[in-house]
């Protein structure tokens, strides 16, 4: 019985390190790679012509180094469970091979298809390789909960093995004997489509800035730690500076090409530990030098099992806002007519070239929902989807649900201000005029706030403000002291804090890490779930200085007792602050977002009297 | 697919139980419901949805009942059938189902009261109704439902007497605000003791005439003649209405939160201050803060205020602001010690020039936009009270010397905040070093720590650790 398989891509298209792939051609005797033009892929996300074009250059690079083996992509039209049992008669398939999804909707389809393949006597084999690490085995060390803190997380990754080494890329050699069928009128029935053949129009498509395929993907690793390390260096391991970060796309950037998987991750990871060393010397690097694969990597997990990932209804991870709906604020934002240029010009970087550097992200992420518009994140993913091409289901999601401090617990207090953020890190302005012609006269001082320019400079740019170029859309004073006070409400609903303070109503990181009171020889907090494991971060040490203890000790005490605010406790301790707005909680309330609530103490406060909070409510 | 489920049909059906049973099945918004009770409500519904293709009647019960409702109605009618079928849960004591009532959700409620005569009673009790809050939202403008109409209607009909504390939650379109003066209007024979209007987007009152609105509140001012809590943030309350409100509820007034009413003047809030001898709690803007405000609520027969809650908002760029005096804010002090001040400054730079020129008693203090570094240290320098600073951002100077400063100076500092700021490694450690364990919130930025030749960033975070004598680690934002 001769083997014959399928390596389907979907992700991962690549040929180095490529696992799913190379159990694919064991002793196998015909290999097809396909790759489906999936209706329902494409048409639900909706992708921008950007990410179209690299989506097919990767295809048309997968299908000419498949060439160069004998091989070619079967670029496939239609959607993967209805063509499936058809490819199985028709080329006798025995196995079926890919790379696991770890994303719900992946699941879902890849469950649907092996059930077809079962049926039609087909071995299914999947291997992960789009991510570092076995995310369910990151789920199961933390007691089956994704982790909520990247910190926690990076706790968790760091007690684990390293990530497997990259595997050899798919060869001649390795290939053997096993062959690829190809027919006559290839390219007619399975050839990788053009742009315009899909519909597009190229005549007015902006010049490539990212070129898709693993060929390029490779060619950029490379230069990592060629003559090009030291600014390799600078983009992987410095923290990003707030005065000089190079918001302009390099030609050492990743992230595109790890998102199609043109790259693999544990390459990527293993060069960058190759990089380190090769700078360093001597030394082995900290976990937190990997830090962009690792919020990759967090995404991911906190995606993994949590279909409403990109919800705010349902989602169990996601705090309730109540957003505005305002669809003509949001086209001004997705558009670039904000009338604050720092804003408009990342947003046209974005639609023309599909990246954007990660401040820039928190830039217009925080203007259009908690710092400015007030709009829901979830429009913003969208349109990030759209036009972002490093932007993954999980890992858009997981930024927006970041940006917006509707999860991850990030602080809410501070609004990147639409003016001062980019004068910061682009004091001239350069970028904004690249980006913004019309505005390329007006002097330094007045390109990020051109409405408050005296007309004589206004004239002097040719560019009046309200009629060349947008007037500001918000005042963003206002704005942003509406909308910190509404975080701030209902940030303490959640946490029934009832303080003054815009600190303490969010739970802070450290309430996640684990283990750590407990190596130092003292007291737990009480209330905290999930203390187990015996990891501890390798960042914290555990000695303590022991004459400082009792004292310090002491300090810990009250801050679990006066600040317990993470989501897994109960608010119960209001003594001290139980002041702010006078109604009575409703008892048995839920806290989000596990339950817990202790309606005694909660009735005990309403007939105490007075003093409640902003917003409990009957009708909730 | 999953929009369609969540919203279309479930909204129909909620619809389609008030039209039944208006006065027993009670529609309410599920949005506001957790979402582990939203789920029940689905899977309540769904039950239901079997029921009626199976052909059994729903008529007793409303659609959705808990299980356990007609596990139990079944129970009841066929009698001595079921083995542990003695306890009648039709004849619990009023007492008792009141208790259990309190800890169910609007909804369960509402399906419970469609199990018998008595529970239905037991629903309308008027210990079950003193609190509640109408959320009003319209499609276009917001994605959260609104507290059904009928529920409304059926509120104002027969539970307005019962109502104590209610809350408003508005969206940004002008129509929830007006249906929110509606409601206000028709609650004529209520006592309240609490209001809060609440703009949950947009405020939208102020876009409603003025006159329409005040009216609308005075009605409650001149029904309740004990409220203690009132919250109108954003809305166009003028001075004439104060003094409505001063007029009916002076001996009981605690909590008055007003910030941003462009309507209210000085004098307007002077007047309040000056006969509310209760008030413990107030929030308001800068402009209506004044030496006589002060020395009002420092007055003998005044009580001692608690908190008071100051925003400074620049409307334009360059505004002019007035200074209070020393001893007004040293009266306020003395009269008293432990009361907070919160202040939200949302200035432009060069607004700062009245601010932290003398003493000013100031417990939180957040800077919401650029504040500069000779302001942070001036603030050094004159808040000795300082409890929680956050500074949003500064220029692009280091805070080392102001940081160390207000950690010299501020003795009951616990909690500071840092976003767009850089402080030198250093600098930082040494701060965190002089205010140790006291420090409960530290939320810095990982950005804001400039590495220098004694810390980098590997280092910082056990450094400062091991002065606070916990675990810690530096704010971080996704780098993807």
Redesign the interface.
Known sequence: MPVNSIHWFRKGLRLHDNPALLEAIKGSDTLRCVYFLDPWFAGASNRGVNRWRFLLQCLEDLDSSLRKLNSRLFVIRGQPANIFPRLFKEWKVSRLTFECDSEPFGKERDAAIKKLASEAGVEVIGKISHTLYDLDRIVEQNGGQPPLT??RFQTLVSGMEPPEPPLEPLTRELMGNCVTPVSENHREKYGVPLLDELGFDTETLPPTVWPGGESEALMRLERHLGPESSTAWQENFE?????SSPLLASPLGL?PYLRFGCLSCRLFYYKLTELYKKVKKNGSP?I?LY??LL??EF?YTAASNNP?FD????N?ICIRI?????PEALAKWAEAKTGFPWIDAIMTQLRQEGWIH?LAR?AVACFLTRGDL?I?WEEGMKVFEELLL?ADWS?NA??WL??SCSSFF??F?????PV??GR?IDPNGDFIRRYLPVLQDFPAKFIYDPW?APDDVQRAAKCVIGVDYPKPMVN???A???N???MR?IYQQLSRYRG?????T?P???ME?VG??ETQGAAAPPTRRRTRSGTSSH???RE??GS?GA??????H??TL??RTSPYTTQSDLSDHA??????Q?????I??V?GGT?KRE?EAEHNG??GD??????? | MCESEEGAPSGGRTRNIGARAPAEATPINSESTPASLRHRMKRGQKRDDKVEEGGGSVSGPGPGAPEVCKRLRRADSEEQQQEDGEVDWGQLPEEILLQIFQYLPLLDRAFASQVCRGWNQAFHMPELWRCFEFELNQPASSYLKATHPDLIKQIIKRHSNHLQYVSFKVDSSTESAEAACDILSQLVNCSLKTLGLISTARPSFMELPKSHFISALTVVFVNSKSLSSLKIDDTPVDDPSLKVLVANNSDTLKLLKMSSCPHVSPAGILCVADQCHGLRELALNYHLLSDDLLLALSSERHVHLEHLRIDVVSENPGQQFHSIKKSSWDAMVRHSPKFNLVMYFFLYEDEFGPFFRDEVPVTHLYFGRSVSKEVLGRVGLTCPRLVELVVCANGLRPLDEELIRIAERCKQLSAIGLGECEVSCSAFVEFVKMCGGRLSQLSIMEEVLVPDNKYGLDDIHWEVSKHLGRVWFPDMMPTW
């Open positions: 990247y910190k923290r990003p500076k707030m005065n992230s900290s937190s830090d962009k919020w990759r995404f409403r919800r705010m209804e349902g169990p109540p957003w505005d709906r305002n990660h928190h007030w829901s490093d890992v997981g930024s970041c940006h990030q602080q207090f501070h609004c990147y201000c001062g953020f910061r408050n963003h004073a206002e942003s002291r509406l910190i006070e509404r409400q003054l303070s815009l600190l303490a969010v802070s990181n450290h890490v750590v009171n960042r914290v040490r303590h200085p400082n004292k310090h000790h002491s300090a810990r009250r801050h006066s600040h002041h702010e707005f006078a109604v009575p409703q008892p048995g309330r839920l989000w977002p339950g309606g009735r007075c003093h902003d917003g409990p409510s009957s009708s909730s």
